[in-house]
């Protein structure tokens, strides 16, 4: 069963803009782990931002945050003031407790940045 | 640089050829991962060391495919007979096993292409 969905293949946005890439995960796990992850052009894949289930607050990292609704099982990755430098594949990815040690990812988004 | 690396970045095989693929992890780390992704997809797990142990491996890993991770420290994974499906970037990860947000820090990958 798919555990991560990520239902924008692609994304446009203006640059100086904000944008919200969206994540749905699957868990019955009351402990789980999200992270955003972006993979630019060169391949190496780059953490952005983590937000634990136990987490009372949406996660903040610079200019990314997370809108975490946990009752509908969403992870939304919102990046505000868009430079051209973010144009990347993100990707949303859940770790399960502890007993997977795996990071599932989903199909990724395109996020393109226009001047 | 201190961050993960991998060996080759690039290869190219005849299929049929073995290809063995190594990467060097954060040296305090003592997780390492081993992904696999293709055009258009998200990672995809294939194994996970702790320490020198492996301790989880994907159905992916078929019996051509075989990982080691010798003294705990660097990594190879060995593709046998490969075959024109292993084409893909395969990435290497690596992690402090603590609790909490164990972020996952991934090499540039190595593409491998079977013609």
């Known amino acids: 069963a798919q555990k991560i969905t990520q239902t924008q293949p692609g994304m446009f946005v203006q640059e100086k803009e904000a944008v919200t890439l969206d994540c749905t995960y699957d868990?019955?796990?009351?402990?789980?782990?999200l992270f955003w992850y972006k993979q630019p052009s060169s391949g190496e894949m780059i953490f952005l931002i983590y937000?634990?289930?136990?987490?009372?607050q949406n996660a903040t990292e610079g200019r990314y945050s997370l809108n975490f609704q946990k009752a509908r099982k969403s992870a939304n990755l919102v990046i505000s003031a868009s430079q051209l430098g973010d144009s990347a594949m993100y990707f949303c990815?859940?770790?399960?407790?502890?007993?997977?040690?795996?990071?599932?990812f989903g199909a990724g988004t395109r996020l393109t940045v226009k001047p | 640089d201190t961050g993960v690396s991998q060996d080759p970045r690039h290869k190219i095989t005849k299929r049929g050829q073995n290809v063995t693929l190594r990467c060097d992890p954060i040296?305090?780390?003592?997780?390492l991962y081993w992904y696999r992704q293709t055009l258009g997809q998200g990672p995809e797990f294939l194994t996970y060391?702790?320490?020198?142990?492996?301790?989880?491996k994907s159905r992916l890993l078929s019996d051509r495919f075989s990982a080691e991770r010798p003294k705990g420290s660097f990594s190879t994974l060995e593709i046998q007979r490969t075959e024109q499906g292993d084409s893909a970037m395969y990435l290497c990860?690596?992690?402090?096993?603590?609790?909490?947000?164990?972020?996952?820090?991934f090499g540039e990958g190595s593409r491998l292409t079977v013609l």
């Open positions: 990860a690596s992690s402090l096993g603590t609790s909490g947000k164990r972020e996952l820090f």
């Open positions: 868990t019955s796990d009351p402990s789980y782990g």
């Open positions: 937000q634990g289930s136990y987490d009372q």
């Open positions: 990815a859940m770790r399960e407790g502890d007993r997977h040690n795996d990071m599932r």
């Open positions: 040296s305090e780390h003592n997780r």
């Open positions: 060391f702790q320490n020198e142990a492996q301790l989880e």
